[in-house]
């Protein structure tokens, strides 16, 4: 399998349950990324992780807790959400080249469409 | 913070015809890419601009990175229905340590009728 894989592709959750969502990159890329997309908003940054340590937490509550056990894999554990959470959460990787260069080239997975209910 | 503007946000075109896309901030970027997002999809990088003032082209499709390195533009000629979707530019902040950050415009929806 190639590229980047999340799952599942489709969640419905309670707002009292826990769940987790999966991504796993196959592309051998060092950077990892958790993005929020919900409509008629942009894309939103949430967790940055370079070489497994987490290197931005963008003001994110803390119901959704990221954790990059490895460079391969990136989890996103969820609960009590809001209904407001509901999104679609998109995972990312890229080969994060440092000393300033700026370039940073996401690959994305299909993502996980979330509804809170 | 909304670092990155897209105009137009829907465009509904007939094939055929040529658009563009735009891209602008007030901030510097060190690199800018385009992606393509479809319903239900992630988005699908296409390009990335590193110069300011180049110029790539994917087949039917210009990109073009503006010289102050804050602004960039998409071209397409001959729009074709299968080039329907969420068009995102993205930009690395400039700087000393980009830390991998990558910002999105809210997107240019584009619809090209057959």
């Known amino acids: 399998e190639t590229g980047v894989t999340q799952t599942p592709r489709h969640l419905v959750m309670g707002m009292t349950n826990k769940k987790s969502l999966k991504c796993e990159q196959h592309?051998?890329?060092?950077?990892m990324y958790w993005y929020k997309q919900s409509a008629k908003k942009p894309l939103e940054l949430m967790f940055v992780y370079n070489f497994k340590e987490q290197t931005e937490n963008n003001s994110v509550p803390s119901r959704f807790s990221p954790e990059c056990p490895n460079s391969s894999h990136l989890f996103l554990h969820l609960h009590t959400l809001q209904p407001e959470d509901s999104a679609l959460y998109l995972c990312a990787s890229s080969q994060f080249i440092g000393g300033g260069t700026g370039i940073v080239e996401a690959f994305f997975g299909q993502g996980t469409r979330l509804t809170v209910v | 913070t909304q670092l990155l503007e897209q105009s137009p946000q829907f465009l509904s075109i007939q094939e055929g015809e040529n658009l563009t896309v735009y891209c602008n901030s007030s901030?510097?970027?060190?690199?800018l890419q385009w992606y393509r997002q479809e319903p239900g999809e992630g988005p699908v990088l296409l390009v990335t601009?590193?110069?300011?003032?180049e110029v790539k082209k994917l087949k039917r499709l210009t990109f073009q990175f503006g010289d102050a390195r804050k602004d960039s533009s998409l071209h397409i000629t001959a729009a074709q229905p299968g080039d329907t979707g969420l068009y995102l530019c993205a930009g690395a902040p400039g700087g000393g340590s980009t830390l991998g950050r990558l910002y999105f415009g809210r997107g240019t929806q584009l619809t090209v009728w057959p």
């Open positions: 601009v590193v110069t300011g003032g």
């Open positions: 901030s510097v970027f060190s690199s």
């Open positions: 592309l051998g890329h060092n950077a």
